[in-house]
DNA sequence: GCAGCAATTGTTATCGGTATCTTGATACCG
DNA sequence: CGGTATCAAGATACCGATAACAATTGCTGC
């Protein structure tokens, strides 16, 4: 029991020193095995592999993360209060964590996820790299975590006091691209519906501004909070309420477009003969909507896939640029 | 620069024995002190901790990990397969994430993120367990995983063979909630759509079958693969098609019975007055869906944070039974 | 026959913490 | 005043891997 060969560590399975007594080798010999290091014989090598495998011998990670000073861990920092609030509740996020993930365990890598109130859980700082999801990830969160010292990449908009890296898809261009959609089908009072206090609204109603005031034409602003079908509607009812003329419409997310569009219906007008409606985020639903919703799609997907790329970059010490994904909008009925 | 004192580690901090020296005592003190043991004296424990504070000494992580064989970490593993099935591109895999998380978190400990296909990733053994997310979990999956020795929960339904403690919705409730839903409105003829081959979707369609059975009343099935929109409505098509009458439908999702209301709106048939509908989820836009969307609601928060309960109270040595979340039917106006 | 080199394997130190056992100092007690 | 209890802090070993350097062997070439 006592004997050192017969030792066993917590998980139950063996040490390298046990393989290596096993073996008839030294621990640095198994090591260069598993590794398929070029330094041991072929022969050794096969025959402690398979002596490995025979035994189920599971290296200790946390042994060797010491040792290498390297975690192989990217910590992923997400937003995910549950309020109403566009966050991890929305489906995107995860596929957005879909695209790191798979980005990350191709190249070695896990993923630690935490959520930002937790992520003082110590663990983040046995990562190698950081990467910080979340509404245009709030400054103050960057700031704090920025004092770790870790590679560290963004999603969002891009700010201007940025020393880090940022990614995120072309908010500024998919503002751009719906202005000039309405401006081809000769819309003229065109409304924005969204809370632009999030950095990436921001940068939508800002390219859908620019972009119409090449024609003159100065959009208007709804403001709201929520993302919901709710609100959309409660926002278009308000504007008729108030009697401001309207003939199109981009609600920076495809759930207030919903209920904008059910609302703009239930008022007797037409869409899109009256009103030209057009959301944000090209929802799965989107297309099924009656009638089938033109929406901007972002590819969230890639966009993790390009963060992941970017902390990979920047953990083996090469340059890594901000950089903002095409988005496309996509025409249906509306 | 070579002086030991000076030495840094990877990530630009002091090491405890730096920290020591600055503090003029022995690292072991520092441990004490920064671990809030009582085996130092108060005014040491003080002065350590400050001097901690003010060179920003961070506690090297893997090396902890090493020495006390835990990592305080819970490896979470999803299928993530980018398919039109039903998988992580749910948001509600995600809300479990975040009931895990919120519940994992508060004990202090972290989330290590895995796909199935990357879980080789060799990080997953250092976990202290492992909940196994994704649809009814397979039992190859299981197996795998099992091999590992580790604490482990699954979400799912619970099988036959189960050794380990698997945690899920009481989905054969939720099957006989809206049977007997069905049978109250004096329905005769139901239709299940569904992709019965997932052992969650399964144990749904048995309930219904079940608590019909009551009544003399055999439902139809209709397989669908696809948890979709367009899914849903080509199951109806069908079912007028082949001249089929039915007069009620329980989809085992949301989108699914979306789907279905339109077709059945589509072929002139009312909704629900000639045919009753219910899905399944509850998922946010049901509601505000015309008409609104029965649904069955499930508790996925909760379902996240009894899973993560269950982990920790095997990782700490306690028993843990397996359970079923009771669900609840939302009548609205289908 | 021996320097020189390549191919293998081993020895020792080290990563940065924490558990165990000891030691030193002070207080307390009869 | 001797002996013990109590508190604070240190010395040492150890967790399980890998890097750097050293050592062994066999073979080549002159």
New interface residues.
């Given amino acids: 029991m006592s004997k050192k060969g017969a030792r066993r560590?917590?998980?139950?399975g063996l040490t390298m020193a046990d393989l290596a007594q096993l073996a008839g080798v030294s621990k640095i010999t198994v090591s260069r095995a598993l590794g398929n290091s070029p330094l041991v014989n072929a022969q050794t090598r096969e025959r402690i592999q398979a002596l490995a495998r025979e035994h189920?011998y599971?290296?200790?990670?946390?042994?060797r993360?010491?040792r290498l000073?390297?975690?192989?861990?990217v910590a992923?920092i997400v937003e995910?209060k549950?309020s109403t609030d566009r966050t991890?509740?929305?489906?995107y996020?995860?596929?957005l964590?879909?695209g790191i993930?798979?980005e990350l365990?191709?190249a070695?890598?896990?993923?630690?996820?935490?959520?930002r109130?937790?992520a003082s859980?110590?663990?983040?700082?046995?990562a190698d790299g950081l990467i910080l999801l979340g509404q245009g990830a709030h400054q103050d969160a960057v700031r704090r975590f920025d004092?770790?010292?870790?590679p560290m990449v963004v999603w969002g908009a891009p700010s201007a006091s940025d020393t880090h890296v940022v990614v995120g898809s072309d908010n500024r261009l998919g503002g751009a691209v719906v202005a000039r959609h309405f401006i081809a089908l000769g819309r003229r009072r065109p409304v924005f519906i969204g809370n632009p206090s999030h950095p990436e609204i921001f940068e939508r109603l800002n390219g859908f501004i620019d972009a119409l005031a090449v024609r003159g034409i100065k959009p208007l602003l709804m403001r709201r909070d929520e993302f919901?079908?709710?609100s959309g509607m409660d926002a278009v009812r308000s504007l008729h309420q108030r009697k401001v003329g309207f003939d199109a419409i981009f609600a920076c997310n495809d759930?207030l477009a919903?209920?904008a569009i059910?609302a703009t219906l239930d008022l007797g007008r037409s869409v899109p003969a009256d009103v030209s409606v057009v959301g944000y985020d090209d929802m799965?639903?989107a297309a099924?909507f009656?009638p089938p919703l033109s929406s901007v799609r972002q590819d969230w997907?890639e966009g993790g896939m390009l963060l992941a790329r970017k902390v990979l970059a920047l953990i083996e010490g090469e340059p890594a640029k901000p950089e903002s994904l095409p988005v496309s909008l996509i025409v249906r009925a509306t």
């Fill in positions: 560590h917590a998980s139950g189920d599971k290296l200790n990670i946390s042994a993360n010491l000073r390297r975690s192989h861990t992923v995910m549950p991890m509740f929305d489906p996020p995860l596929v964590l879909g993930s798979q365990t191709a070695g890598y896990s993923v630690l996820l935490t959520t109130q937790g859980a110590a663990a983040v700082q046995a004092k770790l010292n870790l919901t079908v709710d759930l919903m209920g059910r799965p639903l099924s009656l997907q």
